[in-house]
């Protein structure tokens, strides 16, 4: 048996993946795709333009494909059965299925429009992504490229500072509907299940970032992400100061501490 993980590096999903292959102790092999690059790709071997991606080959060498988080998840699921990434009582099941498809979503895209918008204007602090992993392209060239990437990176990801704006305006917004799940015992279970990936996925890659990590860190959600991916563990940083203070107002407003 064989799994092959094609992934950018810093990618939130592609770490909830990991993250999912890790708890399931299974063992891959990972594969660096390089963006915008890897959306044609990504199109021609798998279907769809997107990573996460799964190429699996089984003991008699037939192979699967299996693209994006949430078809993911349930390939593993039924791969390896414990520990669970959905609970096996039905209500239980729903309510995560439900917190995954919201982190899926709108969620997800914010994490992405977040992290484009920081590394438009701070394009060197993309290197960061991508410490220990074996990147198929020489130092120079990344850091040539890394201006023009997160130029075309954040104009694909919709990440206009209007937009940027209103994520950050409805960042605290989304913190308590988490710290909520998390209150409800949807997540922050013993074992992480699928929207504890999804989620704490996102979280930790906003707390890589300077200017957002204090809102999150000392909430219940900032401590459940550190449970699931200890400090360190993914790399990336992004200096604080790069996105205007104005725009901060209501995540600093957000920051326990200000309260
Ligand atoms: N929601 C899907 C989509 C993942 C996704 O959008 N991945 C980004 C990288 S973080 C991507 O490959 N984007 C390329 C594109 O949208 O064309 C999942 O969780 O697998």
């Not at 693209?67 to 699921?77: E, G, H, N, W």
């Not at 701070?122 to 130029?151: C, E, I, W």
């Amino acid at each position: 048996m064989s799994i092959r993980v094609y992934y950018i590096p810093g990618s939130h999903p592609c770490n909830a993946v990991f993250k999912a292959l890790d708890l399931k102790g299974l063992d891959y092999k990972k594969v660096v795709v390089i963006p915008p690059a890897h959306r044609l790709q990504m199109k021609l071997m798998f279907g769809s333009r997107t990573v996460p991606a799964i190429k699996y080959t089984d003991a008699s060498g037939t192979v699967e494909k299996v693209q994006t988080t949430r078809a993911i998840f349930r390939m593993l699921d039924s791969l390896v059965p414990e520990p669970r990434l959905f609970p096996a009582a039905q209500a239980e099941r729903d309510r995560v299925i439900a917190a995954e498809t919201w982190a899926d979503g709108n969620f997800q895209d914010v994490g992405r429009r977040l992290t484009w918008a920081h590394l438009r204007r701070s394009p060197q602090a993309m290197l960061s992504y991508s410490t220990g992993d074996r990147v198929p392209l020489p130092a120079f060239v990344q850091s040539a490229a890394a201006k023009p990437v997160a130029a075309i990176q954040a104009a694909l990801n919709k990440a206009d500072d209007e937009r940027v704006r209103r994520d950050l305006a409805e960042l605290p917004e989304m913190l308590d509907k988490i710290d909520g799940y998390i209150a409800d015992g949807v997540i922050g279970g013993e074992s992480p299940n699928a929207a504890d990936l999804q989620i704490a996925a996102t979280l930790n890659l906003w707390m890589s970032m300077d200017d957002l990590r204090d809102a999150i860190e000392q909430r219940p959600c900032g401590q459940l992400t550190r449970r699931i991916f200890p400090a360190g563990e993914t790399h990336g940083h992004v200096q604080g100061g790069i996105l205007p203070a104005d725009w901060l107002a209501p995540v600093r407003q957000a920051t326990p501490s200000a309260v």
